[in-house]
């Protein structure tokens, strides 16, 4: 049986159509496996680097305005559908599985001009444009927010990667903080938000250092690959440990009692899994969904909610410091993420994908 997963762009896409890689050969070695992918995007560093296959097709945008740029879509559109079509016939592709991005487009299309059946994954509340088509081209939608805006989507949670899903964070919490350096007996702080709009989240942070010193809090901050630091705080106790990029974010979500990022899909369902409370700071553009995936858990009790204009030292002082000073009350927000996350969506789906194909 061949599989051809097409997801590219951020790891938000990325990443689930890996784990559900991982998932299909955990339950049939025989899977051949062959991720489509564009050279703009993460997929290039990300799928290779866990041994799967990768074809490169053309990036083709899609304008949100009508623009110069839409009269070329149409001839590059074509371009992209022939590419793909192509990889499904060298392969022998028996089913085509789409998380969204830019690849997602030409590959939906392709399958249904080949006729192999096609599964649409959607992690956001809110689907991109993508997927809204595919989500057109077949009854096998899933995703991985109860109320995804799509017709006949089934809600099986977001695929994650077996190290993320099978963390036990109070086992592994002294191994993961030594890691980086860190204190064993300290309330620990992480702080990330990816590659991509990271500046508001950074700076406040770091401006909060001395502050969270002086109240004995240690500080995880992963900058983002594609960021840097306005500032560094100066050596000190407890340890601010300051990383552009962490490989192993189970072991960061071990070391940590409480997380400041972003609320992206991924972001949440892996927190959601593990059982970290987190405050989440939604990107302040985009079409909402970072919003809507913080609004869910924080009404469940599972983190905290703060706009980006509203972040700021100061409410990191006033809002973070009192819950991680609060064991007991960390053990409870814990306990409320714990409640909201899906650790079998990888599977879930893989079983659903092979029987689909077959």
């Given at each position: 049986m061949r599989v051809v997963l097409a997801g590219g762009g951020t790891a938000g896409h990325i990443e689930p159509a890996l784990?559900?890689?991982?998932?299909l050969r955990h339950l049939d070695r025989s899977v051949g496996i062959t991720c489509v992918g564009?050279?703009?995007?993460?997929?290039?560093r990300l799928v290779p680097a866990r041994g799967y296959e990768l074809e490169l097709v053309p990036a083709v945008p899609l304008p949100r305005a009508i623009t110069p740029s839409l009269l070329t879509v149409p001839g590059r559109l074509a371009g992209a559908i022939n590419a793909t079509a192509a990889i499904l016939d060298r392969v022998k592709a028996d089913v085509l599985v789409g998380f969204g991005g830019y690849v997602a487009t030409p590959a939906y299309l392709a399958a249904k001009r080949r006729g192999v059946p096609i599964v649409v994954h959607e992690a956001n509340p809110r689907p991109g444009l993508a997927n809204r088509l595919g989500a057109r081209l077949t009854d096998h939608v899933f995703s991985g927010f109860p109320d995804a805006a799509?017709?006949?989507?089934?809600?099986?949670?977001t695929p994650l990667r077996r190290e993320i899903v099978t963390l036990d964070r109070l086992s592994t919490g002294d191994k993961a903080r030594s890691w980086f350096g860190l204190e064993n007996d300290r309330p620990t702080l992480l702080v990330f938000g990816g590659s991509q709009g990271a500046r508001s989240i950074n700076?406040?942070?770091?401006?909060?250092?001395p502050a969270l010193r002086r109240a004995g809090i240690q500080v995880l901050h992963v900058l983002g690959p594609k960021n840097t630091a306005p500032h560094e705080p100066p050596?000190?106790?407890?340890?601010?440990?300051?990383?552009?990029?962490?490989?192993?974010m189970d072991l960061a979500y071990a070391a940590a009692d409480l997380a400041l990022c972003r609320s992206g899909a991924l972001s949440c369902a892996e927190l959601t899994?593990?059982?970290?409370?987190?405050a989440y700071v939604p990107l302040p553009y985009g079409n909402g969904e970072q919003r809507l995936n913080a609004e869910r858990i924080a009404a469940g009790g599972g983190g905290l909610l703060v706009d980006d204009a509203q972040l700021s030292p100061e409410w990191i002082i006033?809002?973070?410091?009192p819950i991680l000073r609060d064991p007991e009350r960390v053990a409870v927000m814990s306990e409320a993420a714990s409640r909201l996350g899906r650790k079998d969506a990888?599977?879930?789906?893989?079983?659903?994908?092979?029987e689909i194909a077959r």
């Open positions: 784990a559900l890689a991982d998932a564009t050279e703009r995007g993460l997929e290039t799509l017709p006949k989507a089934e809600f099986i949670g700076e406040a942070a770091l401006a909060a250092a050596p000190g106790d407890p340890q601010y440990v300051l990383l552009p990029y962490v490989d192993r899994a593990v059982g970290l409370p987190a006033h809002n973070l410091l990888d599977i879930m789906l893989a079983r659903k994908v092979l």
